[in-house]
């Protein structure tokens, strides 16, 4: 399998580096999360190779080329999304953006686009949404409405950052399944998160503390001593043995994904 993402000896940061020696491999049609607690460097990770930050140093790159130099290949969705708009914008509107890089300035949608925002919509569980305004939505509701438009973009790179922040039980599993979806189409698909349930599911894990911690297959990376020096926590184990981590920034979180009486 080709090289999606190469990143050798790469430090990310701003005026000095977040993390250190970072070194991995994520071929196209894979999957890799990276995990840890707020401050870890996850965001500045995706953020480096979304081209939004240079790198430091090291080697790094996206689609055998720069961070930044194939947008239209590469979708991003960070944790933070503008809240007002002039127009009210369509939850359909909003996830068919994602076929703009495709189409450029002056190009027009065809059928092929209005599938791939329908599949998108599908995937993420909210076509009974499309035409509610995004501004009506709840927090959770709206992260559903962003990951598929990266979704509807059809990347051969997706980058997502804590993507499944607000989101309840049943909306985490459709997330899941949307990830799983895009593996088997192709895309290489790196997400940020906390949660080692999720972390688990990826064919390759990055442990991360301001620095990396371990990094590989799941069963490995995600050992009892990876967890403790990435979480600092090991509340309790799985039934097969693997460990539970808490983090104590988010023990306290709640979920907002609600419907708000919206037919399903």
């Known amino acids: 399998m080709s090289s999606a993402v190469h990143m050798d000896g790469a430090s990310v940061g701003w005026d000095y580096p977040v993390v250190d020696g970072i070194t991995i491999d994520v071929p196209a049609g894979s999957s890799l999360a990276l995990i840890g607690t707020n401050g870890s460097g996850k965001s500045t990770i995706l953020r480096t190779l979304a081209g939004l930050l240079p790198p430091i140093g090291g080697r790094v790159s996206v689609l055998d080329g720069p961070p930044g130099a194939n947008p239209a290949r590469v979708a991003y969705v960070g944790q933070f999304h503008p809240q007002g708009f002039v127009l009210p914008l369509r939850v359909r509107d909003v996830v068919a953006m994602g ?19 329908d599949h998108a919509l599908g995937e993420l569980g909210i076509k009974h949404l499309a035409d509610r305004a995004l501004r009506e939505l709840s927090g959770g509701q709206r992260q559903r409405v962003y990951v598929a438009q990266a979704i509807a973009q059809q990347a051969d790179v ?19 399944a949307a990830i799983a979806c895009e593996v088997d189409r192709g895309a290489a698909v790196l997400f940020a998160t906390h949660d ?13 503390a301001g620095r990396v911690v371990s990094a590989g297959p799941p069963a490995t990376a995600l050992s009892r001593d990876a967890i403790i020096a990435g979480f600092g926590l090991v ?30």
């Open 99 to 117: 076929r703009y890089p495709r189409l450029g300035l002056l190009g027009r949608p065809r059928r092929a686009d209005a599938d791939a925002v």
């Open 158 to 176: 997706i980058l997502l950052d804590e993507p499944a922040s607000g989101l309840d039980l049943s909306a985490r599993t459709l997330l899941r």
């Open 196 to 208: 080692l349930g999720d972390a688990r599911t990826s064919d390759q894990v990055m442990v991360l």
């Open 235 to 264: 509340l309790e184990e799985f039934s097969d043995g693997g460990p539970i981590a808490l983090d104590p920034g988010h023990a306290h979180g709640h979920h907002d994904d609600h419907d708000h009486g919206a037919a399903t």
